[in-house]
C-alpha cells in the first residue's frame, strides 16, 4: 500500500498493514505510571492530591494553569507518590505525577455523565471543560475551547484520515466503537450548533466508510455523513482536509471560515464523558515499523512507559540505540533519544524504525521541496534562512504557516533536513514575537 503525494505523484509506502488486520491489545504496567502533566504549551499544574493518597481511575489529580486550563485525571488505582521531571516527547524532560499502581484497579466516576439531549450550550462547554479532554489530533489542545463562540460555525468536520504513514489508531478505535463514535459525533455537531458534518476516510479504507455509514443509517443520525478523501498526504493536516470537504481557505483558525475540526478519537472520548462519566484515561495507541517485533495497535492507560509497553509486546529486533525511535509517525513525528518517554493525552503513535543515516549533500536547487510543499512555501529558501541566522527573511518566507508534514524533507535528494530547519525557522520567529 502506498500514498499518493501531491503534483510529482510521489509515493510513500504507508505500511498500514502491519497493525491494521490485528485485534487491539490491552496492555497495563506492572508496577507504576508516570502521568505528564505537559500537554501542549502547558508545563505547570496545580496539584490536587498529597503524596500517599490512595488514587481510583477517574480520581482528579490535577488543574493544568494555563489561559485554557483543563484538569487531569488518574488512569490507574494506586498510590500518588508526588511529581518528578523524566523524558517527555516533547524533547524536554517535564514534570510527572507518579502513581504505584495496586492490585485492585478501582475505578470510579469521574463526573456525574450529562444528558447532551436537553443541556443548554453552555452546560456542554462547561461539562467538556471539565472533562479533561484535549484534542487526540497531535496538538493537545483542549478540545472546550473550539466550543466556546460557535455562531460564525456552520459545519464540523471529523479527521478520520489518519494520512501518516504506519499508524492505524483511529482506524482501529472506530472500528472497535463504532456506535459510540456515532454517539460523539452526535454530541459535537449539537454543540457546534451546526446541521452539516462531514467524516473525512481516505478512500482507500472502503471498509471502514461502510461501517460509519450504516451506524450513521442505524442511529438516523440527520446532517452526519462520511466522505471519503483521496489516499494523498498529507490529506489529514486540517488545512488540506478542509479545503477538500469544503472548499474553503482560512489565515490561522478553521473558524475563520466557520469550520471546527476534531479528531475521530476525540469524539469517542467526547461520548464516553457525557454518557458514562469517564474522564480520559486509556489510549489507544499504535506501535508500529520494522524495529519491533510485534507491531500493533494497543490501549494502554495514560502513563505507562513506552519502554515497558514494547517489552511486554516481545521488544525490538535489535538494540534500541541502533534503531529510530520516533514518537508520531516518521513524517510528522519527532526522534526520541530515550524510550522513557510515557504515553501522554495526545499520543496516537510510536514508530521504531531502522536507523538509516543518509550524510547530508549540498542542495542541487531541484525544487522538489517547493513543489511538494502542501502550504506552497520555498522550504529551501527558509532553510537556507535559518543557516544564515536571517528572521527577516525566515518571516518573508511564511516559516510560521508550515504545518510540519515533514514532505520536505522526505522528497530531498540531498538528505538535508529541511524540515528540521523550517522548525527552527518557527522557533526562532515565536521566541521573536515573545520578545516584544
Ligand atoms: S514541512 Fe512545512 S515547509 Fe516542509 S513541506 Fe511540509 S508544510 Fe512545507
Ligand atoms: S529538495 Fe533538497 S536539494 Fe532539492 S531544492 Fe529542496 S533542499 Fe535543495
Redesign the pocket.
Given at each position: 500500500m502506498s500514498l499518493l503525494l501531491g503534483p510529482m505523484v510521489q509515493h510513500i509506502p504507508g505500511r498500514k498493514d502491519l497493525t491494521d488486520h490485528s485485534d487491539a491489545k490491552t496492555l497495563m504496567p506492572k508496577k507504576t505510571v508516570y502521568i505528564p502533566v505537559f500537554a501542549g504549551p502547558v508545563t505547570q499544574a496545580e496539584i490536587l492530591v498529597n503524596e500517599g493518597d490512595h488514587v481510583k481511575v477517574g480520581t482528579k489529580l490535577a488543574n493544568t494553569k494555563s489561559a485554557f486550563p483543563v484538569p487531569i485525571y488518574s488512569s490507574v488505582s494506586g498510590i500518588y507518590k508526588g511529581t518528578v521531571k523524566r523524558p517527555h516527547n516533547s524533547l524536554k524532560p517535564q514534570l510527572h505525577m507518579v502513581i504505584d499502581l495496586d492490585e485492585i484497579q478501582e475505578s470510579q466516576q469521574a463526573f456525574p455523565p450529562l444528558d447532551w439531549h436537553s443541556a443548554s450550550h453552555e452546560e456542554m462547554v462547561e461539562f467538556t471543560k471539565n472533562t479533561g479532554i484535549i484534542g487526540q489530533g497531535g496538538a493537545g489542545f483542549p478540545t472546550y475551547v473550539k466550543y466556546q463562540n460557535v455562531e460564525k460555525i456552520d459545519t464540523l468536520v471529523i479527521n478520520a484520515v489518519e494520512c501518516e504513514p504506519y499508524i492505524t489508531a483511529d482506524y482501529k478505535c472506530i472500528m472497535d466503537s463504532v456506535e459510540t463514535f456515532i454517539h460523539g459525533v452526535r454530541i459535537l455537531q449539537k454543540m457546534a450548533e451546526v446541521q452539516t458534518v462531514k467524516i473525512g476516510v481516505k478512500v482507500s479504507h472502503p471498509d471502514l466508510i461502510d461501517y460509519i455509514k450504516q451506524e450513521i443509517t442505524r442511529e438516523n443520525a440527520a446532517g452526519i455523513e462520511v466522505v471519503g478523501v483521496p489516499d494523498v498526504y498529507p490529506m489529514g493536516a486540517e488545512r488540506t482536509l478542509i479545503r477538500t470537504l469544503t472548499k474553503r481557505e482560512y489565515d490561522r483558525l478553521p473558524g475563520e471560515c466557520g469550520v471546527i475540526v476534531n479528531n475521530a478519537e476525540t469524539a469517542i472520548l467526547i461520548a464516553r464523558a457525557f454518557e458514562k462519566g469517564e474522564a480520559l484515561s486509556k489510549k489507544y495507541v499504535t506501535f508500529s515499523g520494522e524495529g519491533l517485533k510485534y507491531p500493533v495497535n494497543v490501549t494502554v492507560p495514560v502513563g505507562m512507559v513506552v519502554s515497558e509497553i514494547i517489552e511486554q509486546l516481545g521488544g525490538y529486533i535489535e538494540k534500541v540505540e541502533t534503531l529510530k525511535l520516533i514518537a508520531g509517525g516518521p513524517m510528522m513525528g519527532k526522534a526520541m533519544v530515550s524510550d522513557q518517554i510515557s504515553i501522554d493525552r495526545a499520543m496516537n503513535a510510536i514508530t521504531v524504525l531502522k536507523n538509516e543515516n543518509y550524510e547530508e549533500m549540498t542542495?542541487?536547487?531541484?525544487?522538489?521541496?517547493?513543489a511538494h510543499c502542501p502550504m506552497g512555501l520555498q522550504?529551501?529558501r527558509i532553510?537556507n534562512a535559518v543557516k544564515a541566522n536571517d528572521a527577516v527573511e525566515m518571516e518573508k518566507r511564511g516559516a510560521m504557516l508550515c504545518i510540519e508534514c515533514g514532505l520536505?524533507t522526505y522528497?530531498?535528494?540531498?538528505h538535508?533536513q529541511?524540515t528540521e530547519n523550517v522548525r527552527k525557522a518557527k522557533r526562532t520567529l515565536q521566541m521573536k514575537a515573545k520578545r516584544k
Open positions: 542542495c542541487m536547487r531541484c525544487g522538489r521541496c517547493t522550504p529551501v532553510s520536505c522528497v530531498c535528494p540531498s538535508i529541511v
